[in-house]
């Protein structure tokens, strides 16, 4: 079946410019977790939701982050104004469940590269 | 945060067994150790999880110390499409919150 998605794949963005990066989860699947990850670096935590609820931004690195999932499926991560330092590639990643032991599926990521 | 202990990297021949230890000697009672891998410009990928006993399914095999603080995670006849970054994590807060430490690359050769 289909995995998770996420598009574009790779995005080249000029200092200050704004970004949306989406997301499309395994059909049913109830949490949505987005990770950022420097190059060479493990992925790193930014925001999880469970369902529409966005249920802790604790990871997201500054205000200018914004995640939203508006009904439960698909997700749309917003970085406004970009600056050098958030270049890394942004994983998505969608689990059956909210709670138990239910494994992520990772989407394939956006490389967003800021000149 | 959940911390784990990893070798920087490992080599493993090709058709042969690759152990890849891990120490997480802060485990609580009821957290699970998963193990993950990233395959070059790819997601993690999950691979196995387990609580107290060992372990297998189709990919490989879990050991898990009775005590708890190591396991090691083992891919029984490795091949170069096993060569990735092998993360080990144990899962932090009740909806799996993922924290990833920076692993282990295994590199199998022929």
């Known amino acids: 079946g289909a995995g998770v998605s996420q598009s574009p794949r790779y995005k080249v963005a000029k200092r200050g410019q704004d970004v949306a990066l989406r997301c499309d989860p395994i059909s049913g699947h109830v949490s949505l977790f987005w990770y950022q990850q420097a190059l060479g670096q493990g992925p790193e935590f930014l925001t999880y939701?469970?369902?529409?609820?966005?249920?802790?931004k604790s990871g997201l690195p500054s205000d200018r982050f914004f995640a939203e999932r508006p009904e439960g499926s698909v997700s749309t991560l917003k970085i406004q104004r970009t600056q050098q330092e958030d270049s890394a590639v942004y994983l998505c990643?969608?689990?059956?469940?909210?709670?138990?032991?239910?494994?992520?599926?990772f989407g394939p990521g956006t490389r967003l590269t800021v000149t | 945060d959940a911390k784990t202990t990893q070798p920087t990297s490992m080599d493993c021949a090709e058709g042969r067994a690759a152990n890849l230890p891990c120490n997480h000697s802060?485990?609580?009672?009821?957290?699970?150790v998963y193990w993950y891998r990233q395959i070059h410009s790819q997601g993690p990928q999950y691979i196995i999880h387990?609580?107290?006993n060992n372990e297998t399914n189709e990919m490989a095999s879990l050991i898990i110390t009775e005590d708890r603080k190591s396991s090691t995670l083992i891919l029984p006849h490795a091949t170069l499409r096993d060569t990735a970054v092998y993360y080990c994590?144990?899962?932090?807060?009740?909806?799996?919150?993922?924290?990833f430490g920076a692993g282990t690359r295994l590199a199998v050769h022929p």
């Open positions: 990643a969608s689990s059956f469940s909210s709670g138990g032991v239910y494994e992520q599926y």
């Open positions: 939701f469970q369902n529409e609820a966005q249920l802790d």
């Open positions: 994590i144990f899962y932090s807060g009740g909806y799996n919150k993922l924290i």
């Open positions: 802060t485990i609580s009672g009821n957290e699970y």
């Open positions: 387990g609580l107290k």
